[in-house]
C-alpha cells in the first residue's frame, strides 16, 4: 500500500469515532512511525509503505481511537519552538501556556534570574524560559517522580542541565532559595468539572495534575501563600489559572499582599494568567 491510501483508511477510521482532527492526526502519527517530516509524506504520497510499519501504524491508530493524546502516541510535542517528551505522566502542554512565556521574556529581557517553577511536569514551562534567558538558572519541582524524570530528560535534550535543578517536593514543603520569577501552571479545575472534560483528557492525562479541589482553588492559594516567603522584592509571580477565576484569585493576592501588574487573556478572551508583585 502506498501513504495517500492508508492515511485516507486511519482517517474515516478516525472520523467515524467523532475526532475531528482524523486527517492531521492520521498524517502525524505516520509521519512519526517513518522518522520523516509530514510536509514529506505530503510531497510522497504514492511512496509504498513496509508491511513492519503498516503494522505499528495500525496499532498506534487504534490508541488513537481510544482516545489517546497525540502527543503521548507520538511522545513528544511541541512548546515554544521546542520539541518536549512527553507521556502520561505530565499534561500535554497547551498553546495558551505559552502566553506566559511570552510575557517573561519580554519582562526579564537581557536579564539573568533565578526561577522557581511550581508544578514543573514535563519541564516546558521553565525549559523555555531558561533556553531564552542565557546565564539564567532554574528550580523545578513536583510532586510526580515519574514527572520529574521526564522534566530531567528534557533538559538534558534541550543542553539545559547544568542550569536547572529539578526535585521532587511538595510545594508546602518547599523553603529552599529566593527567586526572581515564580511561576506556575497549577491543578486549577474544579473537582466536580472533571467528568465533563474531552474523554482524551480524562482517561489519559494525570488527575493529580487538574484536579485543584472543591472550587479548584485549592493549589492556587498553596502557590500564591508560599510564594510570599520565596519571591525577592519587586520579583515576579506568574500563575495560571482556569475559566471564570480572575475575581477570586485575584482577592486571594491582594490578601498575600501582591499587586497585580498585567493579566493575559486566551484565545476565547478568557483571563489565562495573572502576573503580579510584591
Same mark, same amino acid.
Given at each position: 500500500?502506498? #501513504?495517500?491510501?492508508?492515511? %485516507?483508511?486511519?482517517?474515516?477510521?478516525?472520523?467515524?469515532?467523532?475526532?475531528?482532527?482524523?486527517?492531521?492526526?492520521?498524517?502525524?502519527?505516520?509521519?512519526?512511525?517513518?522518522?520523516?517530516?509530514?510536509?514529506?509524506?505530503?510531497?510522497?504520497?504514492?511512496?509504498?509503505?513496509?508491511?513492519?510499519?503498516? %503494522?505499528?501504524?495500525?496499532?498506534?491508530?487504534?490508541?488513537?481511537?481510544?482516545?489517546? *493524546?497525540?502527543? +503521548?502516541? @507520538?511522545?513528544?510535542?511541541?512548546?515554544?519552538?521546542?520539541?518536549?517528551? #512527553?507521556?502520561?505522566?505530565?499534561?500535554?502542554?497547551?498553546?495558551?501556556?505559552?502566553?506566559?512565556? +511570552?510575557?517573561?521574556?519580554?519582562?526579564?529581557?537581557?536579564? @539573568?534570574?533565578?526561577?522557581?517553577?511550581?508544578?514543573?511536569?514535563?519541564?516546558?514551562?521553565?525549559?523555555?524560559?531558561?533556553?531564552?534567558?542565557?546565564?539564567?538558572?532554574?528550580?523545578?519541582?513536583?510532586?510526580?517522580?515519574?514527572?520529574?524524570? #521526564?522534566?530531567?530528560?528534557?533538559?538534558?535534550?534541550? $543542553?539545559?542541565?547544568?542550569?536547572?535543578?529539578?526535585?521532587?517536593?511538595?510545594?508546602?514543603? !518547599?523553603?529552599?532559595?529566593? !527567586?526572581?520569577?515564580?511561576?506556575?501552571? *497549577?491543578? +486549577?479545575? *474544579?473537582?466536580?468539572?472533571?467528568?465533563?472534560?474531552?474523554?482524551?483528557?480524562?482517561?489519559?492525562? *494525570?488527575?493529580?495534575?487538574?484536579?485543584?479541589? @472543591?472550587?479548584?482553588?485549592?493549589?492556587?492559594?498553596?502557590?500564591?501563600?508560599?510564594? $510570599?516567603?520565596?519571591?525577592?522584592?519587586?520579583?515576579?509571580?506568574?500563575?495560571?489559572?482556569?475559566?471564570?477565576?480572575?475575581?477570586?484569585?485575584?482577592?486571594?493576592?491582594?490578601?498575600?499582599?501582591?499587586?497585580?501588574?498585567?493579566?493575559?487573556?486566551? +484565545?476565547?478572551?478568557?483571563?489565562?494568567?495573572?502576573?503580579?508583585?510584591?
Amino acid at each position: 500500500m502506498i #501513504v495517500e491510501e492508508i492515511v %485516507k483508511q486511519a482517517s474515516n477510521r478516525l472520523k467515524k469515532e467523532n475526532i475531528n482532527s482524523h486527517q492531521l492526526d492520521s498524517e502525524l502519527i505516520l509521519s512519526h512511525i517513518m522518522d520523516v517530516s509530514r510536509e514529506f509524506l505530503i510531497f510522497n504520497s504514492q511512496l509504498k509503505i513496509k508491511k513492519n510499519t503498516l %503494522k505499528k501504524y495500525n496499532f498506534a491508530i487504534l490508541r488513537r481511537i481510544k482516545r489517546e *493524546p497525540i502527543a +503521548y502516541i @507520538t511522545g513528544k510535542k511541541e512548546f515554544w519552538s521546542e520539541n518536549f517528551l #512527553v507521556n502520561e505522566n505530565t499534561l500535554v502542554p497547551r498553546p495558551e501556556t505559552e502566553l506566559m512565556i +511570552y510575557r517573561v521574556l519580554k519582562f526579564f529581557k537581557n536579564r @539573568t534570574i533565578n526561577v522557581l517553577d511550581i508544578g514543573t511536569g514535563s519541564g516546558c514551562v521553565l525549559l523555555s524560559i531558561l533556553k531564552n534567558l542565557n546565564f539564567s538558572r532554574g528550580t523545578g519541582i513536583d510532586i510526580s517522580s515519574k514527572a520529574i524524570k #521526564v522534566a530531567t530528560t528534557n533538559a538534558k535534550n534541550l $543542553n539545559l542541565s547544568n542550569r536547572t535543578h529539578f526535585k521532587i517536593c511538595d510545594i508546602k514543603n !518547599y523553603n529552599i532559595g529566593k !527567586y526572581d520569577l515564580i511561576i506556575s501552571n *497549577p491543578p +486549577y479545575i *474544579p473537582s466536580k468539572d472533571i467528568k465533563n472534560l474531552s474523554k482524551d483528557i480524562i482517561d489519559h492525562e *494525570p488527575k493529580s495534575a487538574l484536579d485543584g479541589g @472543591t472550587d479548584g482553588l485549592d493549589l492556587i492559594k498553596k502557590v500564591i501563600y508560599k510564594s $510570599n516567603h520565596l519571591l525577592k522584592r519587586n520579583g515576579l509571580l506568574v500563575i495560571e489559572i482556569g475559566f471564570n477565576q480572575y475575581r477570586k484569585v485575584t482577592d486571594i493576592l491582594k490578601r498575600n499582599k501582591f499587586r497585580e501588574i498585567s493579566k493575559e487573556f486566551d +484565545y476565547n478572551s478568557n483571563v489565562r494568567c495573572i502576573i503580579s508583585t510584591k
